[in-house]
């Protein structure tokens, strides 16, 4: 090319005009936007008409109106005398109590299951392999299913309920348990509690820097166990026992009192747990065996024993490679928590659905789904990266 | 004065504790006194589970009957003595129709099977790798099997009865939905990964947002959207079948994911494979047939099969809008007066989630398989 150039006395060849790829990068763009366009048009122009034929006032008026029906399950007051827009609060922070509460025991039973793949103990290794095999190839609609027509649906009746530890129940209506009620002088335990946790942060912090000195070792974890239970327990007796449990009461049809777990919470909470655990221990799994042998045998070497190995060597760099892959099966885990329609478990989805049956605001909704789904999305990815970019491996 | 020896010896067995199966038990079972423990647990988990399940799979199972009363105990109005708990599989047989082809016109079945017939007659091949013919067979397979299957199941065509979709139901529906998702989503996951990786902003800013948005909401809301939105958008009068706005929402859905694990590929194909492409000349469109795509696809196999057992346990979720594939006629046959105790959610659910487990488990192995023989160990 250059000494072409230089031989036609500088000027580059020109392409012909259709053949230059930037303009035909420009043609090609304009032709998709003017495609996009005109669809969108099209489709706006469909619509109105549409909704003027079916006497839908579109726009988001509808959220304030009268509600009119009831939730079975609501973390604030709400009654059926409540706003839309009061519904949809009810329905989100339904999906958040699910999704958070799932996400917490899909991540303990996975860790376990996925440690336990890698078990030298052949029978611990194979009942997990089971366990991920069967939970990673069937629907998770259909584990919902069977935790919720399967299992609690065919428990006795309220009469005969299951008799459990602690006073509690188990029947078709739910779990009943017994439910704290704080008297007077119980920030004193919570103070305690607060207490706890910061001096067991100090403690920690101190022990660090110490070990960093001088290279003594100090028992933290005990230490922290020992604060963060000891001191409410302290302020439990010191306060006059301020806490009294009500307990469930067994009357002829039904169970009165005490905290009641409803059937639809429990079998999604157990159903996606369960489900999104199988997917986890196949990352937690990877992680682990990702970090080469090297790293456990070199640590070996310097004398730490398989506890510590395990501890300081292997998850912080195991966790580098399970992070990314853990934050899409929470976000899985969220979204899959809008199957609670199919039960009748009140989430932002099974709120929607009624709502829009009720006012006919098809494209509001599904808008509002949209948004809320992909606000907590974009939230989570957030916070794990945050979380990601701690735990990176920080080079030069 | 020396000796050599001429033959070898014969090498000795090992100690006794470090053979057979007391060492296999020592060393598996037993290694150390956590692991001990451990085993005693898993024995006991095992031992606590298992036997009570085989007994109420198989020997207090009921196999054949007509209704309910099988199934339940005298308490419950059935022939079993109280206290009886096993599988209703007479549920399962009797209903077995139903959960294959749903409402589907009960003399024209035959249609279904000769579908399903020539699926596997075109798969299997297809599947082997040393079967010849594999462009016929793609071809076949790909091109002409769907339209075969779209007259002879729906008919109204060549004398055939016309069957409406609103009839289809059980494995037929999931069947259908997973292949046309899996035939439409990975070229259009193809394009879209493409399209994100272009360098013409438009284009890019579009894939990119299709792709985030569809990923970031959950299949359910995608599949209201099909469902309600749909009709809204088309002009007054233009109608949609309920399947094909299904097919539509799975296909959209799938095809943001497949365009990810796509994408994921092509950004693993070293920056010289590209340059060499347009050093030799090649179009844009040259250049990833036959350079890129090969390379890229065949690296993310593991990823696109999990996409497909994803949409394939998805298509469950159309239940949700009201049409019945393998799970959701199951669940609807609970509320079968005929039929509902105790034990028929159970068996049903067992039995669909068998059925979902076969394929699912079925495309996984045969991922692994793939993967072994397109190694060609050049990373």
Request: positive net charge.
């Amino acid at each position: 090319m250059a000494s072409e150039d230089t031989a036609h006395g500088g000027a580059p060849a020109r392409a012909a005009f259709l053949n230059d790829p930037k303009i035909r990068g420009l043609i090609y763009q304009v032709v998709v936007f003017a495609a996009l366009v005109a669809v969108i048009y099209w489709i706006i122009g469909n619509t109105t008409e549409n909704l003027r034929r079916s006497n839908i006032s579109s726009g988001f008026a509808f959220l304030n109106a009268r509600s009119g029906f009831d939730i079975a399950q609501t973390l604030i007051p709400y009654s059926s005398n409540s706003r839309y827009i009061d519904a949809f609060v009810v329905g989100l922070l339904n999906t958040l109590l699910v999704a958070v509460s799932g996400i917490v025991l899909a991540s303990i039973l996975g860790f376990i299951v996925g440690i336990g793949r890698l078990s030298r103990n052949w029978l611990i290794r194979k009942i997990c392999t089971v366990y991920v095999e069967v939970f990673r190839n069937i629907p998770p609609l259909l584990v919902i299913f069977f935790w919720y027509f399967a299992v609690l649906q065919v428990l006795p009746p309220p009469r005969d309920s299951i008799e459990l530890p602690f006073g509690s129940y188990l029947n078709a209506r739910g779990f009943f348990l017994p439910r704290a009620i704080w008297g007077e002088g119980s920030w004193l335990i919570l103070l305690g509690l607060v207490l706890g946790i910061a001096m067991s942060f100090l403690a920690a912090r101190w022990a660090r820097t110490r070990q960093a000195a001088t290279g003594q070792q100090f028992p933290v974890a005990l230490t922290s166990i020992g604060l963060i239970v000891g001191l409410p327990v302290l302020a439990y007796i010191l306060g006059g026992f301020p806490v009294t449990l009500e307990f469930p009461q067994k009357s002829t049809f039904n169970l009165t009192g005490g905290w009641t777990i409803k059937p639809e919470f429990l079998s999604l909470f157990l159903a996606l747990s369960f489900y999104t655990a199988s997917f986890i221990a196949e990352i937690v799994r990877a992680g682990i065996l990702g970090v080469s042998k090297g790293q456990t045998e070199a640590s070996y070497a310097v004398g730490l024993r398989p506890g510590p190995t395990l501890r300081l060597v292997v998850i912080p760099q195991a966790l580098r490679i399970i992070i990314p892959p853990l934050t899409s099966q929470y976000l899985n885990l969220t979204k899959n928590s809008s199957l609670a329609v199919a039960i009748g478990y009140p989430d932002l989805v099974a709120v929607g659905q009624t709502a829009m049956n009720q006012t006919g605001q098809a494209i509001e909704v599904v808008a509002i789904w949209m948004v809320i789904y992909l606000g907590l999305s974009l939230a989570t990815s957030v916070f794990m990266n945050w979380f990601n970019a701690r735990m990176a491996l920080v080079e030069r | 004065m020396t000796f050599v020896r001429t033959e070898m010896v014969a090498a000795q067995p090992a100690p006794r504790g470090e053979r057979g199966i007391v060492q296999w038990l020592r060393k598996n079972l037993f290694a150390t006194p956590v692991d001990s423990v451990l085993t005693v647990i898993g024995l006991l988990f095992v031992a606590y589970t298992v036997p009570p399940l085989l007994r109420w799979a198989f020997i207090d199972a009921q196999w054949t009957g007509t209704d309910r009363t099988f199934c339940s105990t005298v308490a419950q109005g059935g022939i079993h003595p109280d206290g009886w708990s096993g599988a209703c599989w007479a549920f399962v047989s009797a209903k077995f129709q139903q959960f294959m082809y749903g409402r589907y016109t009960f003399t024209q079945r035959w249609r279904v099977d000769y579908t399903a017939i020539m699926f596997v007659l075109l798969l299997v091949p297809l599947l082997i790798p040393r079967a010849p013919y594999k462009m016929l067979n793609a071809f076949l397979f790909f091109i002409v099997f769907p339209i075969v299957a779209y007259f002879l199941l729906v008919g109204g065509y060549f004398g055939l009865t016309y069957v409406p979709t609103q009839l289809w139901g059980g494995l037929l529906v999931t069947m259908v939905l997973s292949f046309v998702g899996i035939a439409v989503s990975l070229p259009l996951g193809i394009l879209l990964a493409l399209g994100r990786r272009s360098s013409l902003p438009v284009v890019k800013m579009l894939c990119v947002t299709f792709i985030e948005i569809v990923r970031g909401v959950p299949l359910v809301t995608v599949l209201f959207m099909a469902s309600v939105m749909l009709p809204l958008f088309l002009p007054t009068g233009m109608t949609f079948d309920r399947l094909l706005r299904a097919l539509v929402g799975v296909a959209m859905f799938a095809s943001a994911y497949m365009a990810e694990v796509i994408r994921g590929g092509l950004q693993a194909i070293p920056k010289g494979q590209y340059e060499g492409a347009d050093s030799l000349g090649l179009s844009y469109w040259q250049k990833m047939i036959l350079i890129v795509l090969p390379q890229a696809l065949k690296l993310v196999i593991p990823g696109i099969v999990n996409t497909f057992i994803g949409l394939f346990k998805d298509t469950s979720l159309v239940y949700i809008i009201g049409m019945f594939d393998l799970l959701g006629i199951v669940r609807q046959n609970f509320s079968d007066a005929a039929w509902a105790s105790p034990q028929t959610p159970m068996s049903g659910l067992l039995f669909a989630g068998f059925v979902f487990w076969i394929f699912c488990f079925g495309m996984s192995r045969y991922s692994i398989f793939m993967e072994r023989r397109l190694d060609t160990s050049h990373r």
